[in-house]
T-cell receptor
C-alpha cells in the first residue's frame, strides 16, 4: 500500500448519472493530482492541487469537477459523462511540488460509462 | 512545455538477460526524472528518480537508470531480468518551469520470458 486510497475501485454509470470519486492520503503531502489512464495513451494529467488550491487544469471538460476540501482529501465529481470517458482514474499525492519529489499513486478507479 | 517519449510499446527479454527500457525527454528548465512500474489492475509504483548528482541512479528491485543530459535520455536498466519484472513501465518528468506538473510517457510493456 502506498498510503493513497481511492474509492470506489470500480464504477459503472449511465450517461445521465452523477457520481463522485474519492481519494484520501495519509502521507502528510500537500499536493494531490488526478490522472486519466486510457488504453495505449499516455497518462493524462487532469488536475493538480497544491496546498488545497487548484494550480493546474489541463483543459478538462466541465463534466469533470474536482474538489479538494483539505490536504488529505480529493474528489472528482462526474456528471453527464460520455462513453469515451471510460478509463482508469488515478489519484496521486506528493510533497511540495517545488521539492521535485516523486508522487505516490492510489490503485485507481476503473470507470465504465454506459 | 515538458514532454516524455518512450519509443517502444513493448520490450521482450529472456530471463537472466539484461534489459533496457528507453526514455527521452524535453523540458525548458532543469529536468527531474522518474520511473514508475504498473502491475495489472494496480496504480503506479515509484521505482527511482534523478534530481541531481550522479548520473547513474539505483532504485527498487535491482533497477537503475542513467541520466544523459546531452542525449536528453533517462533509460531504465537491469543487469539480469526476472519473469516477475513483466509489467508496464512509465517514465515521467518535472521541470523548474512548471514544478506542479508531472508528465508521463505512454508506457512500455516489458515481457520477460522464462
Amino acid at each position: 500500500e502506498t498510503g493513497v486510497t481511492q474509492t470506489p475501485r470500480h464504477l459503472v454509470m449511465g450517461m445521465t448519472n452523477k457520481k463522485s470519486l474519492k481519494c484520501e492520503q495519509h502521507l502528510g503531502h500537500n499536493a494531490m493530482y488526478w490522472y486519466k489512464q486510457s488504453a495505449k495513451k499516455p497518462l493524462e494529467l487532469m488536475f493538480v492541487y497544491s496546498l488545497e488550491e487548484r494550480v493546474e487544469n489541463n483543459s478538462v471538460p466541465s463534466r469533470f469537477s474536482p474538489e479538494c476540501p483539505n490536504s488529505s482529501h480529493l474528489f472528482l465529481h462526474l456528471h453527464t459523462l460520455q462513453p469515451e470517458d471510460s478509463a482508469l482514474y488515478l489519484c496521486a499525492s506528493s510533497q511540495d511540488p517545488r521539492l521535485h519529489t516523486e508522487a505516490f499513486f492510489g490503485q485507481g478507479t476503473r470507470l465504465t460509462v454506459v | 512545455a515538458q514532454s516524455v517519449a518512450q519509443p517502444e510499446d513493448q520490450v521482450n527479454v529472456a530471463e537472466g538477460n539484461p534489459l533496457t527500457v528507453k526514455c527521452t525527454y524535453s523540458v525548458s528548465g532543469n529536468p527531474y526524472l522518474f520511473w514508475y512500474v504498473q502491475y495489472p489492475n494496480r496504480g503506479l509504483q515509484f521505482l527511482l528518480k534523478y534530481i541531481t548528482g550522479d548520473n547513474l541512479v539505483k532504485g527498487s528491485y535491482g533497477f537503475e537508470a542513467e541520466f544523459n543530459k546531452s542525449q536528453t535520455s533517462f533509460h531504465l536498466k537491469k543487469p539480469s531480468a526476472l519473469v516477475s519484472d513483466s509489467a508496464l513501465y512509465f517514465c515521467a518528468v518535472r521541470d523548474d518551469s512548471s514544478a506542479s506538473k508531472i508528465i508521463f510517457g505512454s508506457g512500455t510493456r516489458l515481457s520477460i520470458r522464462p
